[in-house]
């Protein structure tokens, strides 16, 4: 009887150990949440037209949640994808100064965008080990739809023009939001000078910042049992900016940084 119930302990723990030696189920379906920091990657030198172009970008806290299904297909290997819902928001600041015929520029903005997207990644994941705890290490690609989104902007602008008679400096002010992923005319709302008179100027009719992106995402992250934590970012491939409104040699690239927790359901 002791033989027989040394036998089933070890059959108990050898099977025990095994489980824990390929905690990694062959699909597994989890849910994410977690918080990102999302900017514009600006290329400065494509302004052709303005030398003194300057911008800067400040990271804003957003939010995403969404759901990933692994495909083990290795021991230690994973493939990933899912659908994630990213709520991002970008601060920037502009300054140019250039000159055109008679008259000279200064230019300053504050811009503040709101974007709202659907994210498909296509990961894979590196498993340091097969236990319930250990760290994953992933790379891969992601296809981004922008659902929509705002850009409220703050600018101002002195004009100094010189002529035979004189110099003449002009004041503008304008403040507003703008759409720029819909198709629609878009109008600029400013005074000039000391005027508390609102006036328009349309600005540009149709869409501003092309819709889809796809780019690379990189993750590292660790499981806890069914817990997981993570820290990711992620750099757009394509050129955003729609060239009839900013020409040919713009470009700008999303990019953004995640803290996710997710956890396993199955």
């Known amino acids: 009887m002791k033989k027989i119930t040394f036998l089933l302990l070890v059959l108990c723990l050898g099977f025990g150990l095994m489980a824990q030696e390929n905690s990694i189920p062959k699909v597994a ?9 999302s900017s514009i ?19 804003k806290l ?17 493939f990933q994808t899912g659908l994630i819902y990213a709520w991002q928001r970008t ?15 200064s230019i300053g903005s504050t811009n503040a965008y709101t974007s709202h997207h659907l994210r498909l990644p296509v990961m894979i994941n590196y498993h340091i080990n097969t236990t319930p705890n250990h760290l994953i290490i992933g790379l891969g690609l992601y296809a981004d739809g922008t659902l929509g989104g705002t850009l409220a902007y703050d600018a ?10 004189g110099t003449e400096i002009n004041n503008f002010f304008a403040s507003g939001e703008l759409h720029p992923y819909k198709n ?11 005027d508390d008179f609102v006036k328009t100027y349309d ?3 149709g869409q501003m910042l092309k819709r889809f992106d796809v780019g690379l995402n990189l ?15 992620n750099i757009g491939l394509l050129n955003m900016a729609r060239k009839e409104f900013f020409g040919n040699q713009f470009a700008e690239r999303n990019f953004s940084l995640q803290l996710n927790f997710g956890y396993t359901i199955n």
């Open 62 to 78: 957003g939010a995403q949640a969404g759901f990933t299904v692994n495909f083990r297909f290795k021991e230690k290997w994973t």
């Open 219 to 233: 993750e590292i992250g660790y499981q806890i049992s069914q817990f997981y934590v993570g820290i990711g970012g």
């Open 91 to 105: 601060g920037q600041e502009q300054s140019s100064k250039y000159v055109k015929e008679l008259s000279s520029y």
């Open 29 to 37: 379906i989890g849910v994410r949440a977690g918080l990102n920091g």
């Open 184 to 194: 629609e005319r878009h109008r600029l709302y400013y005074t000039e000078n000391k």
């Open 203 to 205: 600005l540009y009719t």
């Open 41 to 59: 990657l600006v290329n400065k030198n494509s302004l052709s037209y303005d030398k003194g172009y300057s911008s800067t970008q400040k990271l």
């Open 156 to 165: 101002s602008a002195i004009v100094t023009t010189t002529t035979e008679q």
